[in-house]
């Protein structure tokens, strides 16, 4: 109607949201914007806040994108609605800012005096300007613009996880092997455990262009098209490592189960043919043990294992116990001529177990994360057209922490020659030399 007014509107992509398929909405506006909202009782919130912002990222196509909803504090719409701690709010801001949003806003400036929304915070609070979420809003305008020559840089990523918002859909219906399988539960499995080595990874469509990673993990992506299951395949034979995740390559766009064994479209990558997916109770896990150099120790399953076949593949972990004793539960096969690999885990590990995998999977890769951080320290990399590069460092600990890092560092004006260290909770955006 009118092509030369730019348009948009406020998705909701986090990990909860999901009656919309953003990823088919997203080409449709000029500028990709999110609303995004921490859920109290997550300990983690932090690390999804992180995938949420990924995705928005994925959704603009690379492209910085807008925060244009996020609360200041408490909501209004949980059961139980804590106050966000001292410095969250700050972070949670620089983490979008990191993973490529270009403007941070709020619902709401001035908080309602009535209404259904009157204790959500805001901007300015009930209580007005002497309060410490004022102060932590101005703060934050302060520090935004110290870092305004960030705007228009992106994030380069080297790993991607991929993500499907029918896949999540049909991977949920009922009459299914689980009905406790939640696809999402999955999809941060394995983003987890990329975020606590700092990687930066690209939550994209299936059919994204590949090309330009080392790294596809590829969860629980239950339905898949033909031609996205080959987009997978072709990034392997390109020289990449693929990992992929149980109940993937199931059914086809129509939720037509593909005959012969599963993972379906993903058999004759994976080296592998599962003949019946052994479920388990509730409370029931197995143990399971690595057998070599990729990947060593004793990990757990629970909820999900497989009767899985080595067609090609080899054997990096298998049943300790029960039933399966024996047969593979992580396998990897080489691919290609270029180096390439594809890794399969055909049970639900327990954290330490998918860690391992993950860790195995980025060796093969020959990926490390933006920096050598302590747990629980963020680092993302921005990179600007002219060869700037700004490392944001967000630091979700209770302990100060000490990264490398050289340049100049933008919130404090403060130099920073080989290491800076932050205090607990603290942040630091560096101008890197």
């Not at 197995?286 to 294992?305: I, M, N, P, Q, Y």
């Amino acid at each position: 109607i009118t092509p030369d007014v730019p348009i948009t509107t406020n998705f909701m992509m986090s990990s909860a949201t999901k009656g919309m398929d953003y990823i088919g909405w997203g080409p449709e506006v000029d500028v990709v914007a999110n609303d995004h909202y921490t859920i109290a009782s997550d300990e983690a919130r932090h690390i999804e806040l992180a995938f949420s912002a990924d995705l928005s990222r994925g959704i603009a196509g690379g492209r910085p994108w807008m925060l244009m909803e996020h609360s200041t504090s408490a909501v209004n719409w949980q059961p139980r609605n804590r106050p966000k701690l001292p410095g969250e709010m700050l972070r949670n801001s620089l983490a979008h800012v990191a993973r490529g949003a270009d403007a941070v806003m709020f619902f709401q400036w001035r908080q309602s005096k009535a209404g259904a929304e009157k204790f959500h915070s805001s901007m300015l609070p009930h209580a007005g300007r002497d309060t410490d979420v004022w102060r932590s809003t101005v703060t934050l305008g302060e520090t935004l613009k110290k870092i305004a020559p960030v705007v228009g840089s992106t994030v380069r990523s080297r790993a991607a996880l991929l993500f499907d918002y029918e896949a999540w859909w049909a991977s949920e219906l009922d009459s299914h092997p689980t009905q406790q399988l939640r696809y999402t539960d999955e999809v941060l499995s394995t983003y987890t455990a990329l975020w606590n080595r700092g990687v930066s990874t690209d939550v994209v469509h299936p059919s994204a262009d590949l090309s330009g990673y080392d790294l596809v993990v590829v969860p629980t992506l239950y339905l898949v098209s033909d031609e996205d299951a080959a987009n997978v395949a072709a990034a392997a034979e390109r020289g990449a490592t693929v990992l992929v995740t149980y109940f993937s390559g199931i059914v086809d766009v129509n939720d037509h189960v593909r005959l012969g064994g599963y993972p379906g479209a993903f058999r004759e990558l994976l080296g592998v043919s599962t003949e019946e997916f052994y479920t388990l109770q509730e409370g029931e896990t197995v143990r399971l043990s690595g057998g070599g150099d990729a990947l060593s120790g004793t990990f757990s399953a629970d909820l999900w294992t497989e009767k899985t076949h080595l067609v090609g593949a080899t054997a990096v972990a298998t049943y300790d116990e029960g039933p399966l004793t024996g047969l593979p539960a992580v396998t990897r096969a080489d691919v290609g001529t270029s180096g390439g690999s594809a890794w399969y885990v055909g049970a639900r590990l327990d954290t330490a177990g998918i860690a391992a995998v993950v860790d195995a999977a980025l060796a093969d890769a020959g990926l490390t994360g933006e920096a050598d951080v302590p747990a629980g320290v963020e680092v993302v990399r921005r990179h600007a057209a002219d060869g700037t590069s700004y490392l944001f460092v967000l630091n979700h600990t209770g302990a100060a922490a000490t990264v490398k890092a050289t340049g100049t560092e933008m919130v404090e004006g403060s130099a920073v020659d080989g290491a800076l260290t932050l205090p607990a909770g603290g942040v630091a955006v560096v101008q890197e030399s």
